[in-house]
């Protein structure tokens, strides 16, 4: 039972295009969500989260927005560059004292095209 | 210092070998966690460690066997490994708090183990 899901496996976009990546999510008790850049052989990089009493959160060319009554949420970038081209994942939180229980979507390559 | 270290970053193993990988970070984070990534799949929790307490095992089979000597540190030992266990592990630490945290983790860069 998948609690997180990204749809998409690929998007292609052309440079300077708004590039939107999609997560749906099962389980209303998460608190956070958070959106991870991975490149090959890399750990994954944070890139910007949303709490769950937010709806918008904006930190330069990304934005992330949050649908609680649908259980959405999706990274919009833009301008998008070559060197966004990664692996996407989306992420939720149900944070507690016991230390935070990331769970991980399936992920989305993005390939930005110049 | 916003890095988690891991070491080694290339790990090729057999079936009888015991082996550790090593994660340390200096951010005074709590919290740490292993993660199994197979390719073209999402991380995967395995483990979760909480004031050097271990909080969450995600029913992770016992060849596979986590350590935090202290609030910097956090290994995993490794003996008796299938080829299946072959994959990228990820170590990443946390502040660890309730919903007035982000919930952000941070991730070391991985080690490669591949189990012959």
């Known amino acids: 039972d998948q609690q997180v899901k990204q749809n998409s496996p690929s998007l292609s976009v052309q440079e300077g295009r708004i590039s939107i990546l999609n997560c749906d999510y099962t389980?209303?008790?998460?608190?956070?969500f958070l959106w991870y850049k991975k490149y090959p052989a890399e750990g994954p990089t944070f890139l910007i989260s949303?709490?769950?009493?937010?709806d918008k959160n904006e930190d330069g060319r990304f934005t992330v927005f949050l649908n609680k009554s649908a259980k959405h949420l999706s990274l919009h970038i833009v301008p998008s560059q070559p060197g966004d081209s990664a692996v996407y994942f989306c992420?939720?939180?149900?944070?507690?004292?016991?230390?935070?229980?990331?769970?991980f979507g399936q992920g989305t390559e993005l390939s930005v095209k110049p | 210092d916003t890095e988690v270290t891991q070491t080694p970053k290339h790990l090729v193993m057999g079936m009888t070998n015991k082996k550790s990988l090593k994660c340390e970070q200096h951010?005074?984070?709590?919290?740490m966690y292993w993660y199994k990534q197979k390719a073209k799949k999402p991380p995967e929790l395995m483990f979760v460690?909480?004031?050097?307490?271990?909080?969450i095992n995600e029913s992770v089979p016992s060849r596979f066997s986590p350590e935090c000597p202290n609030s910097s540190l956090l290994n995993l030992h490794l003996h008796a490994l299938q080829p299946e266990d072959s994959a990228l592990y990820l170590c990443?630490?946390?502040?660890?708090?309730?919903?007035?945290?982000?919930?952000?983790?941070?991730f070391g860069e991985g080690s490669r183990l591949t189990v012959l």
């Open positions: 990443a630490s946390s502040q660890v708090g309730g919903a007035s945290e982000t919930g952000e983790l941070f």
């Open positions: 389980n209303s008790m998460f608190d956070y």
């Open positions: 949303i709490s769950s009493i937010k």
């Open positions: 992420a939720a939180s149900e944070f507690s004292n016991q230390g935070g229980k990331l769970i």
């Open positions: 951010m005074g984070h709590r919290a």
């Open positions: 460690y909480s004031y050097e307490k271990l909080s």
